[in-house]
């Protein structure tokens, strides 16, 4: 059902990395909406987000990557391909008692691979 876009809507998390790559393909790209396999559950196809993309993962410097990455972007809210629903300056977590972890986590990431149980 997703795969022939036969939704009107859908809730989807995006995970790419920490710098955006050549993960940008398979979220954006119009040969990813062709593809079974693609995540580019929007459907959207454009050559002029192609082109972003391509110069994205072909930047130089991390300036050229953020004016692509932000290029990007506006294409996709511009074309509702995507409605942001949440951003939280936090990790929400439920754990239970007994759980222990650093007090700083790691940068850019929850750190649960750094949690452990005390018994």
Same mark, same amino acid.
């Given at each position: #059902? +997703?795969?022939?876009? %036969? !939704? %009107? #809507?859908?809730?989807?998390? !995006?995970?790419?990395?920490?710098?955006?790559? /050549?993960? *940008?393909?398979?979220?954006?790209?119009?040969?990813?909406?062709?593809?079974?396999?693609? @995540?580019?559950?929007?459907?959207?196809? *454009?050559?002029? +987000? %192609?082109? #972003?993309?391509?110069?994205?993962?072909?930047? @130089?410097?991390?300036?050229?990557?953020?004016?692509? /990455?932000?290029?990007? %972007?506006?294409?996709?809210?511009w074309h509702f391909a995507?409605?942001? @629903?949440?951003?939280?300056?936090?990790?929400? #977590?439920?754990?239970?008692?007994?759980?222990?972890?650093?007090?700083?986590?790691?940068?850019?990431?929850?750190?649960?691979? /750094?949690?452990?149980?005390? !018994?």
């Amino acid at each position: #059902m +997703l795969n022939s876009y %036969d !939704f %009107d #809507m859908i809730v989807h998390g !995006f995970y790419p990395g920490i710098t955006p790559g /050549t993960e *940008l393909r398979n979220f954006w790209s119009s040969a990813s909406a062709d593809s079974d396999a693609g @995540q580019n559950l929007s459907g959207i196809k *454009l050559k002029s +987000l %192609d082109s #972003m993309i391509n110069k994205a993962i072909e930047a @130089q410097t991390r300036e050229e990557l953020i004016l692509y /990455t932000r290029a990007i %972007d506006r294409i996709v809210l511009w074309h509702f391909a995507v409605i942001p @629903q949440w951003y939280l300056p936090y990790w929400p #977590m439920v754990y239970r008692p007994g759980l222990k972890h650093p007090e700083l986590a790691p940068p850019f990431e929850n750190g649960l691979s /750094t949690w452990w149980r005390e !018994f």
